[in-house]
């Protein structure tokens, strides 16, 4: 672990930077990487962004700061990335062994580069990234801003999960100071669903099924539901925090049916239930607000053994 | 229109206090009044809260850090109340014309106190009420920031909408340093639906038609569905935002019979359409993001003339 000067002195001394963002890449590893990359090349370096996947169209408009550069790399900076898992191919093969500096807020991380700043305090990669811009002297602009908010407003829900802190608001002030259209990210980022999205949410919503005392709230999502809205990867997000947004239920379970056969079960729970504790019972993990396992059986099955580990875990309780 | 420190210096003058909430009360109004109540109270004067209609099981906890009091109110003060026609009954007759100051942020404030303090740049009534605390010498505690917190939040849709300033973060940051639930907070005020309202989300998602080339898209609530599923004017909210969350759509409208007879037409629109301009052909009104009006007619032709004067509109705009 190095102080976060020290990742400064060290990019001020190091040119030909690529900045590593990971796979299935969200709004804080785009945010970060597009942000530290602007910032270097303010500083007159060379800069470039790499990630395994695809970057979403909704998440194009970070790019809009950066200017694509092509060189050979000469060092290698991960933002946002716990763990070499998460790096994909083809970055994996490439880099995954010569990581200089990574900078990064997950308290798992593995510390597989030669140099690591690691914040867990910090809500988002983008807190982190704020400060080590400070640090190199580079001033805040719109293009900065807007990264940089695209961080901290994913990472935490809109300022709503538990990780916010008072400096998180405190950068997000500085943040919209410059002008930075934080309405209209917050709109991309929350307010706008595909019509596949809103095709499958109406459908995952016909098949809420209540239990115990309607404390749990079931949900399922087939392959053939996927097929029938053409609903992708993305077009699932939020789909899972449904059940539990119903008023009284503790738990919200949904069952996604996987391509490659079996079910998904991702938990959703509110205090004082601890999401991962039932998950752990099918050898599954996670946070105490949410959590995932896999079942091999069939819907009927696969909802039925959830809901009654979820409903004996109340039980404990006395709910 | 007196100076923040006029108010200020009215109120450490006065005592027995009676602070008003307009009617059908959110958490901005009563954000406000029971921060200023309980404020008034640390002073050590006497302070209570009316509002003419009852107050929803949800905003309960704003009322945790008051202490109830019977007495012959003194000094009348109306907090985020534009307008007496919002006062509603019992408390226009009581009220009406006696209200020594208003505390507001409405630019349609019609300054019917005999002193008031309005600021149209505060994106929540709770903005103003922060800093009136601290020209009394109250100080920041707990209660008064889950008071505060509640207002900002409500009225900015989660520090989402455009009306959000580097300070309304600021003020959010020394809130959340006192320890306030933020989170819980915005989870009881945003994520949190009734069975009700589920219930209803899914039927008039079932609704949805899109014309325009997918650029509108209409979907209607009846008098039928609100029986069935047994919603109430609480479980409504949110529903007029669904059609304008689908990609693409700039125009969603909603079509919601009336209890009395007729149509209420709710539209909500992206930029560069303004929504007001719509509903003004029907004689409605509203601002450029979300507008409204009423049609006395059959669903249907409700329906197509709204969708065809939307249609019209996006014409004009090449759009």
Redesign the interface.
């Known amino acids: 672990m190095i102080r976060l000067n020290e990742a400064a002195d060290f990019l001020l001394a190091k040119d030909r930077f690529v900045i590593l963002s990971h796979n299935y890449p969200d709004g804080d590893t785009l945010g970060s990487s597009t942000a530290l990359c602007r910032g270097l090349q303010k500083l007159g370096k060379h800069a470039m962004i790499r990630c395994s996947d695809e970057i979403g169209a909704k998440y194009r408009y970070l790019f809009e700061g950066v200017t694509p550069e092509d060189f050979t790399p000469e060092t290698v900076v991960a933002v946002d990335i716990a763990d070499t898992a998460l790096f994909g191919e083809p970055l994996l093969s490439l880099y995954g062994e010569k990581v200089d500096l990574c900078i990064d807020h997950h308290p798992s991380n593995t510390g597989y580069a030669a140099r690591s700043y690691v914040d867990p305090k910090a809500a988002a990669t983008c807190e982190i990234i704020f400060d080590l811009l400070r640090l190199l002297g580079v001033e805040l602009d719109v293009f900065l801003a807007a990264s940089l908010y695209t961080g901290i407003t994913t990472d935490t829900g809109?300022?709503?999960?538990?990780n916010?802190?008072?400096?998180?608001?405190?950068i997000?002030?500085?943040l919209?100071?410059t002008g930075c259209d934080?309405?209209g990210i917050?709109?991309s980022m929350?307010?706008?669903?595909?019509?596949a999205h809103?095709e499958l949410?109406?459908r995952v919503?016909?098949t809420?099924e209540y239990s115990h005392n309607?404390r749990i709230a079931v949900v399922s999502v087939t392959q053939q539901m996927i097929r029938e809205t053409g609903a992708t990867e993305d077009d699932m997000d939020g789909i899972s925090?449904i059940p539990r947004?119903?008023?009284d239920v503790l738990v919200g379970i949904t069952v996604r049916e996987r391509a490659e056969g079996g079910y998904k079960i991702s938990l959703r729970a509110q205090r004082p239930v601890n999401a991962s504790e039932i998950c752990a019972k099918f050898g599954g993990g996670g946070h105490p607000g949410a959590a995932g396992c896999t079942l091999q059986t069939t819907l009927e099955e696969a909802k039925a053994q959830v809901v009654a580990a979820a409903s004996a875990y109340l039980k404990q309780l006395n709910l």
Do not use: H, I, L
Request: aromatic share 10%.
């Open positions: 809109g300022f709503k999960y538990t916010v802190t008072p400096r998180t608001y405190r997000a002030a500085d919209v100071e934080a309405p917050n709109r929350f307010d706008t669903k595909s019509r809103m949410e109406r919503m016909d809420m309607d925090s947004q119903v008023e």
